[in-house]
């Protein structure tokens, strides 16, 4: 996934121009990157990696509104012929994903539940853009007929369907984990009592 949102954001700038394209690529590429780093990094703290990544994404999501408002003062309302909303929809969606990328790094990172949570979240909805590519995004190279039953979009729904599933499960498990700590409280370690009189003796 990787290679296909690199290749395809390059493609998008420089082989055919298509600034929508190389919205949702770079979105697409940033999503998975941070994605696999979140499994990949178990300590969770944050790194010059995220740091740039938050100012790719950041980049992504101005470019993306400042698209959308060129598309909208169009007459046709198109820019690079795919409509304003498309712009404005994956302009807030990268903006979005900076703003949590500062409330990340501002707190030191994410751990346990709440990195899965993250990993599971970003992956999933790169998944989901790669199947909007697909369906709607090549309608035209499925027959109309199969189109017309709609099940091509049983995908999208069962990738909406298992982040949602997961993602309300392991913020739960996160949940039940802090009150567990909570009711835990802090762990004493006791010593005997002629050891404690032991070293009261030495220090005197």
């Known amino acids: 996934m990787l290679c296909m949102s690199s290749t395809g954001a390059y493609i998008a700038e420089f082989m055919k121009p298509n600034k929508a394209n190389f919205l949702v ?3 697409t590429l940033y999503l998975v990157a941070t994605a696999w780093v ?18 790719v994404v950041l980049a992504d999501g ?14 046709r309302g198109l820019k690079d012929g795919m409509p304003a909303a498309i712009y ?4 807030s969606i990268a ?9 990340m ?3 030191g990172g994410v751990a346990g539940a709440k990195r899965i949570v993250r990993h ?11 199947l909007m590519s697909l369906y709607p995004g090549q309608a ?57 009189a032991a070293t009261s003796a030495a220090h005197r």
Do not use: Y
């Open 140 to 196: 035209k190279l499925f027959p109309a007929w199969f189109r017309e039953t709609n099940l091509m979009f049983v995908p999208h729904v069962l990738v909406i369907g298992s982040m949602l599933f997961w993602t309300v499960r392991m913020r739960r498990r996160s949940k039940t984990e802090r009150a567990k700590r909570s009711a835990e409280g802090p762990v004493m370690r006791s010593e005997p009592a002629w050891q404690g």
């Open 105 to 107: 790094i501002r707190r």
């Open 38 to 55: 979140a499994a990949r990094r178990r300590d969770g703290k944050p790194t010059l990696f995220d740091r740039i990544a938050l100012l």
């Open 88 to 91: 404005f929809v994956f302009g």
């Open 25 to 27: 690529a770079v979105l």
């Open 62 to 75: 101005i470019g993306g509104m400042i698209w959308g408002i060129q598309a909208a003062g169009n007459p």
């Open 120 to 130: 599971l979240l970003r992956m999933s909805f790169a998944l989901l853009i790669a």
């Open 95 to 103: 903006l979005l994903c900076a703003v949590l990328d500062v409330r």
